[in-house]
């Protein structure tokens, strides 16, 4: 195995790790809306519970994906070229739905008036919907392949993008994450907002297991290996054990295997993909590959010393701070709001 595989390897990593952190994230944006409204405790309140399961955390897990973009722009320049610049409108709502979150988020509480409050939770709801489906679009596109001309570039235009198997991995991925979401919520919480998501986990887990069934078993017979129906079979699984484990309230295990389920997807995409990296529908003598979109061997070098000093510190540090941060929060924890007041002097 060479240096590019490696990388390649490495990259299928980083962006596994990132739908597994920030799929939960996502999963509690967009659940704003539903935990989020009031029953015995006001619906701001509840809300705060639902952003304090990820306050301390979130901001971390988007580490993940700079790291991945850093690395495939460093690794892979032809692929992260064609791929920005083919991907450019949907990687840039992304993007901007990425900012509206985190601005959204961190000015939530500065300000202490329902009406500014309300649009940032509207915000942080937009933007945790948006990368949910745009994440499976594209790289569903990226599996199935697109238009690359013997230039290595797109040459498709936005809607060849909006094909049935890129929707349903769109589909696919929003619905994995909500459930994703609701599970790490119920792991999360107490009280009120904790009973409230075990109910919606529930009630999640039966779309997203013939959604998400359905999208993985068109990959596997469209662009899967032999060897990638184990893949399958252990997304299946666990989406099924989730069901079980959500009935009999294991919060713990029912977070464990939906973690697995999405790791077995995307590693289930990296896999298909390979030894391409952006196979072209044009030609196939013009799609990308692990060998022909690879950096100098010297620059993979490097790269490869780098990762393999800093990795291991960047991983406990974050372990660490999941740790220290494991307690279950509920309303009766939230104070007070102590934000500025609007017109005040």
Same mark, same amino acid.
């Given at each position: 195995?060479? !240096?590019?595989?490696?990388?390649?390897?490495?990259?299928?990593?980083?962006?596994?790790?990132?739908?597994?952190?920030?799929?939960?994230?996502?999963?509690?944006?967009?659940?704003?809306?539903? #935990?989020?409204?009031?029953?015995?405790e006001?619906?701001?309140?509840?809300?705060?519970?639902? #952003?304090?399961?990820?306050?301390?955390?979130?901001?971390?897990?988007?580490?993940?994906?700079?790291?991945?973009?850093?690395?495939?722009?460093?690794?892979?320049?032809?692929?992260?070229?064609?791929?920005?610049?083919?991907?450019?409108?949907?990687? @840039? @709502?992304?993007?901007? *739905?990425?900012?509206? $979150?985190?601005?959204?988020?961190?000015?939530?509480?500065?300000?202490?008036? /329902?009406?500014?409050?309300?649009?940032?939770?509207?915000? +942080?709801?937009?933007?945790?919907?948006?990368?949910?489906?745009?994440?499976?679009?594209?790289?569903?596109?990226?599996? &199935?392949g697109?238009?690359?001309?013997?230039?290595?570039?797109?040459?498709?235009g936005?809607?060849?993008?909006?094909?049935?198997?890129?929707? #349903?991995?769109?589909?696919t991925?929003?619905l994995?994450?909500?459930?994703?979401?609701?599970?790490?919520? %119920?792991?999360?919480?107490?009280?009120?907002?904790?009973?409230?998501a %075990?109910?919606?986990?529930?009630?999640?887990?039966?779309?997203? +297991?013939?959604?998400?069934?359905?999208?993985?078993?068109?990959?596997?017979?469209?662009?899967?290996?032999?060897?990638t129906?184990?893949?399958?079979?252990?997304?299946?699984?666990? !989406?099924? =054990?989730?069901? *079980? @484990?959500?009935?009999?309230?294991?919060?713990?295990?029912?977070?464990?295997?939906?973690?697995?389920?999405?790791?077995?997807?995307?590693?289930?995409l990296? =896999?298909? #993909?390979?030894?391409?990296?952006?196979?072209?529908? @044009?030609? /196939? =003598?013009?799609?990308?590959?692990?060998?022909?979109?690879?950096?100098?061997?010297?620059?993979?070098? %490097?790269?490869?010393? =780098?990762?393999?000093?800093?990795?291991?510190?960047?991983?406990?540090?974050?372990?660490?701070?999941?740790?220290?941060? $494991?307690? &279950?929060?509920?309303? *009766?924890?939230?104070?007070?709001?102590?934000?500025?007041?609007?017109?005040?002097?």
């Open positions: 195995m060479g !240096l590019p595989e490696v990388w390649f390897i490495l990259i299928a990593v980083l962006f596994t790790g990132y739908f597994v952190l920030e799929g939960f994230d996502f999963g509690v944006g967009m659940h704003m809306p539903v #935990l989020g409204r009031g029953r015995s006001s619906a701001d309140t509840r809300r705060r519970v639902l #952003l304090n399961t990820i306050g301390p955390v979130w901001d971390g897990n988007e580490v993940w994906l700079i790291t991945a973009g850093g690395a495939l722009f460093a690794a892979f320049p032809e692929w992260y070229a064609t791929l920005f610049s083919g991907f450019y409108l949907p990687l @840039l @709502l992304i993007l901007l *739905a990425l900012i509206v $979150r985190v601005c959204a988020i961190e000015w939530r509480g500065k300000i202490d008036d /329902p009406t500014w409050r309300r649009r940032c939770d509207w915000g +942080i709801i937009f933007g945790s919907w948006v990368p949910a489906v745009l994440w499976g679009v594209a790289f569903a596109n990226i599996v &199935r697109v238009a690359i001309d013997e230039n290595k570039q797109y040459v498709g936005f809607f060849g993008l909006l094909n049935p198997y890129a929707l #349903l991995g769109g589909a991925t929003a994995v994450f909500a459930l994703h979401g609701a599970v790490f919520i %119920v792991l999360k919480t107490a009280g009120d907002v904790h009973e409230d %075990v109910k919606l986990s529930r009630r999640l887990a039966i779309p997203t +297991i013939p959604v998400a069934g359905g999208f993985v078993l068109w990959t596997q017979l469209a662009y899967g290996k032999d060897w129906w184990i893949l399958v079979v252990a997304a299946a699984l666990s !989406l099924l =054990a989730v069901v *079980a @484990l959500t009935a009999a309230e294991r919060e713990g295990w029912a977070f464990t295997f939906t973690t697995v389920a999405i790791m077995a997807t995307i590693v289930l990296f =896999a298909s #993909l390979f030894p391409n990296v952006m196979p072209s529908t @044009l030609d /196939p =003598a013009w799609s990308l590959t692990i060998e022909n979109a690879s950096s100098s061997p010297y620059t993979l070098k %490097v790269m490869t010393w =780098a990762a393999a000093i800093m990795t291991p510190v960047v991983l406990m540090y974050q372990g660490w701070t999941y740790w220290v941060f $494991r307690q &279950r929060i509920s309303t *009766a924890q939230i104070p007070k709001s102590i934000g500025l007041k609007i017109g005040a002097k």
